[in-house]
């Protein structure tokens, strides 16, 4: 309570926080009190930003940038207007790979609103996101190696200007000028140029922070932890000991890559590009065969209805790799099904072999072995996916020898939000 009354004050200063995700866009108030750091205000919207990539056809995965800024524009508007006038500093994090394309000083126009001026873009492409797959292996393999441990991969927005220039290549050098300058992380960007939703002139803009950098710092605060997040994709984390540094030469075959982190430390992630999207595209099949049988079922009834099915079947023969997307190391190797009986062909039991699929795929990636090499105790579960879904956190506490423990939200932008708290 006297850390929500001292965060009430008129004069007491506070970081909003954004997330620009896949799915979403979320804003979040972060002030302080006696007791810390606390969450004073939130707002989620979804962008419904998906279109189509007619350059790259079904290998594609665009989104529509208007849509994710109208919906950042709603989430501001949707805040206190009381509250946002005492933020002193931005924290912003979003996809990590993807890449915009803008005409310079022609990226957005301001306009009024009822809040005040607020900006929409102008001459700006798509967002190719993280989950592009237009640049396949054979690609890849024609592009000069990276100075670094993190191997190329479809997705990543260099691989994509690579793409564009496919053509010219003979003529024309990779753009190293479209490259932003890489900064600390809490370093200051710039400063608000207008008024924004009632946020003054003047307040302080972070550098662009990584999503799953950020979204780990919410919540990892001991060492002896693993975070599992199961989203929109899903990953299996770890912090490597102070001093650790990664190998110079990157393995594009492992499944397991060092993210750089905070004060000079690393991650090592087991980053599988299927999470909830392919429960999602489960869901969305379903729904299509029940239409094609003249049936009309809502998708939301549908999810709620296979996760009662396969709680109701504690097992399944049934054995699914799930990797409808592909994994970065290995972007060849599909999904597929074995083990098919007679006996196991329910709907609980497909969707309980698919929840354990998705489990038993982070763990080939980082097995329990490493985990208890490194010194982990216990594991931390996050993520949307996770947290609607009791049959994937059954069959994650099946698999890890290990304490799951829940309830510690996974939150890029509170993440963000708290890296310039700590740095303001």
Known sequence: ????????????????????????????????????????????????????????????????????????????????????????????SGQMHGIVFWKKEQGCKWTESGTGRTFEPKEVSNLITW?????????????????????????????????????????????????????DPGSIAGRTIYAWHGIPKGAEVGIALGDFQCSVYSCLTERTDAVLNIGTSAQLTISMPPGFQPPEIPDPFSAVTYFPYFSGNYLAVAASLNGGNVLATFVDMVAQWTAELGLEVQETTIY?????????????????????????????????????????LSLGHVTRALCRGIIENLHSMLPSERLTETGVRRILGTGSALARNEVLRQEAERIFPFPVIYGKDVDAAVGAAMVMFHRK
């Open 1 to 92: 309570m006297a850390g929500s009354e001292a965060a009430g004050r008129p004069g007491a200063a506070c970081v909003l926080g954004i997330d620009l995700g896949t799915t979403s866009v979320k804003a979040v108030l972060v002030a302080g009190g006696e007791r810390g750091q606390a969450v004073a205000e939130s707002c989620s919207r979804e962008t419904q930003a998906q279109t189509g990539s007619p350059g790259a056809g079904l290998q594609g995965m665009e989104q529509n940038v208007q849509k994710i800024i109208r919906a950042l524009n709603e989430c501001l508007a949707a805040l206190p207007q009381q509250q946002l006038q005492r933020v002193s500093h931005i924290g912003i």
């Open 131 to 183: 989950q592009d797959g237009r640049c396949n292996r054979s690609f890849l393999s024609s592009l000069p190696q990276p100075q670094s441990h993190i191997s190329l991969a479809t997705g990543f927005g260099c691989a994509t200007v690579y793409w564009y220039l496919k053509k010219s290549l003979k003529k024309s050098g990779f753009p190293v000028h479209l490259l932003p300058e890489v900064g």
């Open 304 to 344: 709620t209805k296979i996760i009662k099915a396969a709680l109701a079947q504690t097992n399944s023969k049934l054995s699914i790799h799930p990797a409808l997307f592909g994994e970065r190391h290995m972007p060849e190797q599909l999904a597929s099904v074995t083990d098919i009986s007679v006996s196991d």
